[in-house]
C-alpha cells in the first residue's frame, strides 16, 4: 500500500527568464511550500469531500479501469488535503469490495477528528469501494512479500518475540527476518514496522504495540506474525478486530 501526502504544485511562468505576460515572475525555486489551511470545522470539511467524491467518482472509475492509479490518485490529492493538509491517502486492492480508499492520520491525536469525521460521513461500502480511516490489515500477513533494497522479503519468514503487560494491556516486540543482516539501517527500520502494520493495522498496532525493536540475530521463543496477532486480539480490553 502506497500512502501519499500532498505537496502543492507550483506553476512557472513560460515567457523570458521565467516570466508569464500575465502571472509576473516565475517563484523563486528556494521559496518553501506555502502551508495549506486547516480547516476548523472537520465535519464540514469531510461533507465537502464526499460531495466532491460523488462529483468525481466517474473519473475515478475510468482512471481505474484503464489501470492508470497514478490519473486516479491525482484527482483526490487536493480533496483529502482540503479535510487536511497532513492526511495521507491511498487507493488500494480492497479486501471485500474490489477497491478500498485509506484516508489515515498515521495515529497523530491531532488528526483523528478529521478522519473520524471523513469516516463517519463516508457512504456504505458497497461492492466496488470500501473505506478505512487508518491502514488496514492484510487478511493472512504470511502470503505477503515485500521488495525492498533488491531484496524479496517474505512475511512468512518473520519471527516475533513478544513479551506482554497485562495490566497495561500493551505489547512490546522485537521483530526478526533472516535478511536482516543484508539491509541499510533504514531498510531494516521499514521492514520492522511494515509487517506489524500489516498484520495488526494501522490503530490497533498504534494502541497495543509499546516498544517496538529491531532484532538482528534471530533470538528464541519467538512466535509467527499470525500468532502475533491472535495474542494482540486476545488481550484483556482488547479494541476490537483489526480495520
Excluded at 54 to 81: F, T, Y
Excluded at 114 to 124: E, Q, R
Excluded at 143 to 148: I, M, T, Y
Excluded at 205 to 233: F, H, K, Y
Aim: with cysteine; hydrophobic share 40%.
Amino acid at each position: 500500500m502506497r500512502l501519499f501526502r500532498r505537496r502543492p504544485r507550483v506553476t512557472r511562468g513560460s515567457g523570458e527568464a521565467g516570466t508569464d505576460p500575465e502571472l509576473g515572475p516565475a517563484p523563486d525555486p528556494r521559496t518553501p511550500w506555502p502551508k495549506s489551511p486547516v480547516p476548523t470545522d472537520p465535519e464540514a470539511a469531510a461533507v465537502e469531500f464526499w460531495r466532491y467524491w460523488q462529483d468525481v467518482l466517474p473519473d475515478l472509475s475510468a482512471a481505474l479501469g484503464e489501470g492508470n492509479l497514478r490519473a486516479a490518485e491525482s484527482l483526490l490529492c487536493d480533496a483529502v488535503a482540503r479535510v487536511h493538509p497532513e492526511l495521507e491517502f491511498s487507493i488500494d486492492r480492497g479486501r471485500r469490495a474490489i477497491y478500498a480508499l485509506v484516508v489515515s492520520g498515521r495515529e497523530d491525536p491531532k488528526l483523528r477528528p478529521y478522519t473520524d469525521a471523513w469516516k463517519a460521513a463516508a457512504p456504505p461500502d458497497d461492492a466496488i469501494w470500501e473505506y478505512h480511516d487508518s491502514v488496514p490489515p492484510v487478511p493472512d500477513p504470511a502470503g505477503v512479500a515485500v521488495n525492498l533494497g533488491g531484496h524479496r522479503l517474505e512475511l512468512a519468514d518473520v519471527r516475533v518475540v513478544a513479551q506482554v503487560d497485562e495490566a497495561e494491556g500493551v505489547v512490546d516486540v522485537a521483530v526478526h527476518h533472516p535478511a536482516f543482516a543484508e539491509l541499510e539501517e533504514s531498510e531494516r527500520t521499514a521492514m520492522t514496522f511494515l509487517p506489524l502494520e500489516a498484520t495488526l493495522g494501522e490503530r490497533l498496532a498504534g494502541e497495543r504495540l509499546r516498544r517496538v525493536e529491531t532484532a538482528v540475530a534471530r533470538p528464541q521463543s519467538t512466535i509467527s506474525l499470525g500468532e502475533l496477532r491472535d495474542l494482540v486480539l486476545g488481550l484483556t480490553g482488547s479494541v476490537g478486530e483489526p480495520d
